[in-house]
Nanobody
Framework: QVQLVESGGGLVQPGGSLRLSCAAS????????MGWYRQAPGNQRELVAM???????NYAGSVKGRFTISRDNAKNTVYLQMNSLKPEDTAVYYC?????????WGQGTQVTVSS
C-alpha cells in the first residue's frame, strides 16, 4: 500500500509564493514518476508538473517559468515551488506517483490566490 501526504497549501496574495510538499510511503518502485495535478471548481483535473526518478521534468504551459518541481529520491518526496501566483492558479492540488500500471493519489491540498 502506498500513501501520499501533502502539505503546504493555503491562501496567498497574487504575486506571492507557496511551496507544496508530498511525502510518499509504502512499497514504492524506485523508477517512478512523481507529479502534481490540480482541479479548479467546474474544471477537469489537469497536469501541473511531473518529474521522473532521473530528474526529467514536464510542465503545463500555463505554469512554465513560474513553478518548479523537484524531488528527493532518498525521502520519496516531491516538491512544487510556486512563484508569481495568479488567481487562476486557485485549485485543489493533488500529488501523484506512478510506475507501470500503478497510480496513486494524495488527498489534495487547497491553494487559493486572492487579494
Amino acid at each position: 500500500q502506498v500513501q501520499l501526504v501533502e502539505s503546504g497549501g493555503g491562501l496567498v496574495q497574487p504575486g506571492g509564493s507557496l511551496r507544496l510538499s508530498c511525502a510518499a510511503s509504502g512499497s514504492i518502485f524506485s523508477d517512478n514518476h512523481m507529479g502534481w495535478y490540480r482541479q479548479a471548481p467546474g474544471n477537469q483535473r489537469e497536469l501541473v508538473a511531473m518529474i521522473s526518478s532521473g530528474g526529467g521534468t514536464n510542465y503545463a504551459g500555463s505554469v512554465k517559468g513560474r513553478f518548479t518541481i523537484s524531488r528527493d529520491n532518498a525521502k520519496n518526496t516531491v516538491y512544487l515551488q510556486m512563484n508569481s501566483l495568479k488567481p487562476e492558479d486557485t485549485a485543489v492540488y493533488y500529488c501523484n506517483v506512478r510506475w507501470f500500471s500503478s497510480n496513486y493519489w494524495g488527498q489534495g491540498t487547497q491553494v487559493t490566490v486572492s487579494s
